[in-house]
């Protein structure tokens, strides 16, 4: 049962355009929503997280977008670079999870060409 | 450097056989996960300890085990294994068990079965 949906699963935009991600949760019991950005070869790497109390984060060029009631979130990727070409996932935590351990999207490859 | 450690970084072992990983989480870190990072299936939770403790378990297979010492290393032994078990394996870290806290990802472990 994939409780965390993330889509596209790959995504190629233009340097200087915007890139987003989404995904969607079934399990409501879900109260912290962070990003991973993982480069080949490397570990997943905390990006940007939000819980479900904002409806919006920003750091930098990221922003997380957060709709409760649609059980949805977003990450934005502003002025996008070739830098951040690398797999990004989404997850989710929270006890009614049954796990203290983080529930992932699919991920998304995303290529930015200069 | 996220401060994870996990040895080996590459292991090609044949099927049947038993191998196991090692982790060093971050100094201070009291939790300690175990993921699986595989083409088809993503990056899948394994386990978790905290403090030496088993915590949450996710979809752990009964040939994987794992454990916590009291200098808060960890350790995965995975047994009999199969060719789909080839996967990178990822040790994470955060310093409390609750939702919220950041979780470190070491750079993972490259099992080879052949």
Redesign the interface.
Known sequence: QQQVKQSPQSLIVQKGGISIINCAYENTAF??F?W?QQFP??????LI?I?PDVSEKKEGRFTISFNKSAKQFSLHIMDSQPGDSATY?CAA???GG??????????THLIIQP | D?G?TQTPKHLITATGQRVTLRCSPRSGDL?V?W?QQSLDQ???????Y?NGEE????NILERFSAQQFPDLHSELNLSSLELGDSALY?C?SSAW????N???????SWLTVV
């Open positions: 109260d912290y962070p991973y070869g490397k570990g997943p790497a905390l997280a819980r996932f935590r929270g006890r049954g796990a203290d351990g983080l529930t992932f999207g699919k991920g | 996220s994870v939790s996960y993921y993503g990056l899948q939770f394994l386990i978790q905290y915590r949450a378990k996710g990822f994470a068990g609750t939702s919220g950041t979780i470190y990802f070491g750079e993972g």
